[in-house]
Structure formats: structure tokens, C-alpha cells
């Protein structure tokens, strides 16, 4: 059990610190930091406009670093909000949409990376468990945290 323990979490770490160094490094060239990614990934996923709320939940961050991100993109030109202000719809600009679609095309070349020398096969079972184990953790810091 011991040995799950330090197997699972140094592989989490260490996944973890490799994401959030290619996202700073790849975004880098744009002026922008890797806390930016997510909300741009998730706004060029959803071109009908996603509030911050949505995106915060969606990124799984707080609203405040959520507001952060999203000040600095729309000052970038990268979104921009509705008519109305409280809870608009945030999408993406042109110049944002040509910024996700760069990503996009660096996010599959990471992925594929990443996957190396695993089956297809391997990769679902991967996914399915890993969303399994997160879903799992997610409930019980709900019901004892």
C-alpha cells in the first residue's frame, strides 16, 4: 500500500511540474504565463462564451486567480466580455482564437509526447482510471474535508 502511495504521488508530481513548466515555457513567446492556458483552452472549447465562474470551476481555481488571468488576457486582447459586465459570457477574439489554435497544435504535440510508446488501449484504461481515482479523491474530500 505504501509503495501505491509513493508510486502514485511522485507520478502525479512529477506530471504535474513537467505540465507547468512546458506551459510557462511555451507561453513565454506570447507574453503570458502558464496560469493563461486553461482559460484559453476552455474558451476556444466552447465558442459560445463561458463565464468566469464556469471558468474557474472548469480550471479547478479559485475566482480571484481566475479574475487575475482573465484582466490580463482581455488586456492582451486575447477575450472579451459581453454587453453586460457582471457574469458575461467571456469568449475568445480573433486574435485570441488564432492564439488557441498555436496551442492546440503544441498541446497535441505535448500529449502525443507524452503517450509515447503506449497503446491505444493502454491510454483509455489510463484515462479511465485516472478520472476514476480523481473522482474518487474529489468525493471523499467532500464528505470528510
Not at 50 to 70: G, P, V
Not at 74 to 90: D, H, S, T, V, W
Amino acid at each position: 500500500m505504501l509503495q501505491r502511495f509513493q508510486s502514485f504521488v511522485t507520478g502525479v508530481t512529477q506530471c504535474y511540474k513537467s505540465i507547468q513548466k512546458i506551459k510557462a515555457t511555451e507561453m513565454t513567446e506570447f507574453g503570458l504565463k502558464g496560469t493563461h492556458v486553461m482559460c484559453l483552452f476552455f474558451l476556444s472549447q466552447h465558442p459560445e462564451g463561458l463565464t468566469a465562474a464556469q471558468l474557474s470551476q472548469m480550471c479547478a481555481e479559485d475566482k480571484a486567480a481566475i479574475s487575475r488571468t482573465l484582466s490580463v488576457l482581455q488586456e492582451k486582447g486575447y477575450i472579451q466580455a459581453g454587453e453586460k459586465k457582471y457574469r458575461a459570457p467571456l469568449r475568445l477574439t480573433p486574435a485570441g482564437q488564432a492564439l488557441a489554435r498555436e496551442m492546440e497544435a503544441l498541446i497535441q504535440q505535448w500529449v502525443s509526447l507524452g503517450g509515447d510508446d503506449l497503446t491505444e488501449e493502454e491510454r483509455r484504461v489510463f484515462y479511465r482510471v485516472l478520472g476514476k481515482i480523481a473522482a474518487n479523491l474529489g468525493e471523499q474530500m467532500e464528505h470528510n474535508l
